[in-house]
């Protein structure tokens, strides 16, 4: 018995010993690593270069910016009665004012006349507003409703609101339309590509941009940076790149995408009518061996006044101009520039810049226009 316990002990003592060593072993290994570096940490921060032409196991990239959403035709014609009440309301006021006078005399309808060309009507439709005026003025009443009404009526007669204003933007046969956007440097000719870009996208449209004004740097990155916050495609060549051959790259692009429109910026100078002619000549016949130009928009900045009507009509003799937009019109108290450039050219205003707001461009109303110029 006595052999049997002493056995059983010294097993008991081996199998605690054994259960030891173990346990400093395992405890051993979880500290060993604690000195050594760890390399599959580095593996991970710093992986290995990869073969050449494989592709990587995980591509690092920042998340897509947010595309802006612009703004839709209702809430920009409200702000286009807003604004052009601000800016324009003062002729209006003033019209009114001297037609609304007891005795309206020789020195009454001269005023009128120099309120109308200080607003720069144009000599031809002031005097032909002054003469219905004054016909109707006699025949109608002088009351001040009466004035207000024969008024608003003339005035709407004569900036004409039986002109198609509609953008030409699409094309035939699964053509992309081609939007050719002329003008001089300095009349916001670029940032108004941009804001037609806004205004078609908000209309769900797919748009490619030009950047054909390939002489300044600034006016292609700008450009860019348009297409860039609503999601939009622009085409774009080295700085001082044949603009025909950017013109012609972005109708291709524009079609191999099945773009509903593509929108061409073209460079503004103006040094000769010949130069010009020929460059921007040159831009549309290119265009047009891959598809029709739709529209041909010249921009012009309402501020300047006759030397507006001066750059309209080297233009007008350059290229088939199909529609006018007026920028920094909230910002001229001579909103007669409408009324004397579409007589000058024979088509519409279609858009107007009402301020530096991405979508303070507006498809432009007649009888907006008016009703803001009289209050």
């Not at 390399?39 to 992986?47: F, K, Q, S």
């Not at 006021?93 to 001269?110: F, H, P, Q, V």
């Not at 060309?117 to 144009?122: E, F, I, P, R, Y």
């Not at 950047?211 to 700085?239: H, I, K, M, N, S």
């Amino acid at each position: 018995m006595e052999a049997t316990a002493l056995l059983i002990l010294v097993v008991a003592l081996v199998g605690l010993g054994l259960v030891a060593l173990v346990a400093g072993l395992v405890i051993g290994r979880r500290r060993t690593p604690d000195a050594l570096p760890d390399t599959h940490t580095d593996v991970l921060v710093h992986p290995p270069a990869e073969a050449e032409g494989e592709e990587p196991a995980v591509e690092l990239s920042s998340p897509p910016a947010t595309l802006e959403r612009p703004e839709g035709t209702e809430s920009r014609l409200v702000r286009l009665r807003q604004r052009l009440a601000g800016s324009q309301g003062a002729l209006g006021r003033g019209l009114l004012a001297l037609l609304s006078r007891d005795r309206l005399d020789e020195d009454t309808w001269e005023a009128i006349e120099d309120t109308l060309l200080t607003a720069d009507v144009g000599v031809a439709p002031t005097q032909e507003l002054v003469d219905r005026l004054r016909t109707r003025m006699r025949v109608e009443g002088t009351s001040g409703a009466d004035a207000r009404a024969i008024l608003r009526e003339e005035l709407l007669t004569l900036v004409d609101p039986s002109m198609d204003r509609r953008l030409q933007v699409s094309g035939e046969d699964g053509a992309p339309g081609v939007v050719l956007v002329v003008g001089v440097n300095g009349a916001g000719k670029t940032t108004t590509v941009g804001k037609i870009a806004r205004i078609l996208v908000a209309d769900d449209r797919s748009v490619v941009l030009g950047a054909a004004d390939t002489f300044r740097a600034a006016a292609v990155e700008q450009l860019a940076t348009w297409g860039e916050r609503v999601g939009v495609e622009v085409v774009r060549g080295p700085e001082g790149t044949d603009p025909a051959s950017v013109a012609f790259e972005a109708v291709k692009e524009g079609a191999t995408r099945g773009a509903d429109t593509v929108i061409v910026d073209t460079a503004g100078r103006l040094q000769n009518k010949a130069g010009l002619m020929d460059e921007l000549g040159k831009v549309k016949r290119v265009i047009e061996k891959q598809a029709p130009v739709t529209e041909v928009l010249l921009v012009l900045d309402a501020t300047t006044g006759q030397n507006g009507m001066i750059q309209a009509r080297v233009f007008s003799e350059v290229v088939d101009v199909t529609g006018i937009v007026l920028t920094k019109l909230d910002g001229s108290a001579k909103g007669g520039i409408v009324v004397a450039v579409q007589r000058e050219l024979g088509v519409p205003v279609k858009l107007v810049g009402l301020g530096e707001g991405a979508d303070d461009l507006a498809p432009f109303d007649a009888e907006a226009f008016v009703d803001a110029l009289l209050g």
